[in-house]
């Protein structure tokens, strides 16, 4: 009998995209959820448009053929921006990427000045400044890109001190250019940044909304797949460089996977050795 539930593959480049699959098992939709993270490359957003169109396609299509899901989040605002495209012509099942939240900042904020955070790539997009031409042609638009809030992020989910110059940085990158005063309201334009949105939200010199895409991608795979409400079941982790597992495996843990798989490097990526996770 076929499995009724269906499977979605999250992937990102490192632990940003457990911020995506943290609002698809928040939204309650009985969905079977793996996740891939290429950390061997990580950062994504300091690597160029041409190797990000040429890897995240090779990996994901690999990846695909061995653990078969009916869709794949790629959550990844880096990877979504340059390469959906090609990855979705890889790929034989549906693709959601990643938008910048830059339309309801722009439907949110009241002092009509919003930041936006990404990383150096996504901040200096094409796709960015379409965004923002059009859904917030009339705000001020402050970006700030910012590869060390990646960084900060993944030494948080692996159990390290949070680097409060990084989040200070970003903070001065916003709240600190001209009119920056202003923002009531910031789009995490990095699926790592909503990891640290308290550290963020406690360092701002004034009260804003800080807001992420993951909901709104919950609510479009539920919809593509039509997927019932019910339990979701988190199952499989995988990474490019296994060297992290061990530290990561408390944030894994906690979020329910069952399974580390060890992913070969390119052009295979084949899943090298299956190790489970010991239960709490
Ligand atoms: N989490 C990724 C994003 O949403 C990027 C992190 C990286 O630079 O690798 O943009």
């Known amino acids: 009998m076929v499995n009724a539930v269906k499977r979605v593959l999250v992937f990102d480049s490192g632990v940003g995209g457990l911020s995506v699959l943290d609002a698809i ?18 950062p994504y957003g300091l690597k160029s448009d041409a190797d990000l169109r040429a890897r995240a396609p090779a990996l994901l299509h690999s990846i695909t053929q061995q653990w078969v899901p009916d869709l794949v989040v790629v959550a990844c605002n880096t990877a979504s921006t340059i390469a959906l495209d090609v990855v979705r012509a890889a790929l ?30 996504t901040v200096r997009r094409a796709y960015t ?12 638009v402050i970006r700030f890109g910012s590869a060390a809030l990646v960084a900060a992020a993944e030494q948080k989910l692996r159990g390290e001190p949070v680097n409060q110059a990084a989040i200070a940085e970003a903070i001065e990158g916003l709240f600190g250019a001209p009119g920056g005063a202003q923002i009531d309201v910031v789009a995490l334009a990095c ?14 010199p004034r009260a804003c909304a800080w807001l992420d895409s993951g909901e709104a991608i919950a609510r479009r795979v539920a919809s593509l797949l039509i997927a019932p409400r019910g339990a979701p079941r988190v199952n499989r982790a995988g990474f490019t460089d296994a060297g992290v597992i061990n530290a990561l495996r408390p944030a894994l843990e906690t979020r329910g996977f ?3 798989a060890r992913l070969g490097d390119s052009p295979a990526f084949d899943a090298l050795a299956l190790s489970g996770v010991a239960s709490a």
């Open 129 to 140: 400044n379409d965004l923002i031409a059009q859904f917030a042609p009339d705000k001020r």
């Open 191 to 204: 699926t790592h940044f909503p990891l640290l949105d308290k550290e963020l939200a406690a360092a701002a």
């Open 258 to 260: 069952s399974t580390v």
């Open 92 to 121: 034989t099942v549906p693709v959601v990427g990643v938008v910048p939240p830059i339309k309801p900042a722009a439907a949110l904020t009241r002092t009509g000045v919003i930041g936006v955070l990404a990383t150096p790539a």
């Open 25 to 42: 098992v928040a939204s309650g939709a009985a969905l079977e959820l793996d996740y891939v993270a290429d950390n061997a490359w990580l």
